[in-house]
């Protein structure tokens, strides 16, 4: 059984640093592209980094980047977010999702590509 566990979320004040894991099991992590995705109230799943199975690839949506950083440890079955100088619109549930290969690059921007995810942890960024 599968299973993606995410934590680190938090409220924040607006300039501030919180750092998202998402351990993984049940699944050849080191196989798997990792990808973080956010969801503000009222408002679509929306993409914020990916990274490649070797951690070589790593994809940002442009209003992170500069500011967050995805990294990953297969020999934890871990996948992290840095996110440093954190905004109010960073607001919203973040999620990790682990997409299987082949990698396809335009797949690692769609929710819809990704098998298997995390419950969700709050991030709260006040200004």
């Known amino acids: 059984q599968v299973q993606l566990v995410e934590s680190g979320g938090g409220l924040v004040q607006a300039g501030g640093s919180l750092r998202l894991s998402c351990a993984a099991s049940g699944l050849t992590f080191s196989t798997y592209t990792m990808g973080w995705f956010r969801q503000a109230p009222g408002k679509e799943l929306e993409f914020v980094a990916a990274i490649t199975w070797s951690g070589a690839t790593t994809y940002y949506v442009d209003s992170v980047k500069g500011r967050f950083t995805i990294s990953r440890d297969n020999a934890k079955n871990t996948v992290f977010l840095q996110m440093n100088s954190l905004k109010p619109e960073d607001t919203a549930v973040y999620f990790c999702?682990?997409?299987?290969?082949?990698?396809?690059?335009?797949?690692?921007?769609?929710?819809?590509?990704?098998?298997?995810w995390g419950q969700g942890t709050q991030v709260t960024v006040s200004s």
């Open positions: 999702g682990a997409q299987a290969r082949p990698l396809i690059e335009s797949r690692v921007f769609t929710a819809a590509r990704y098998g298997y």
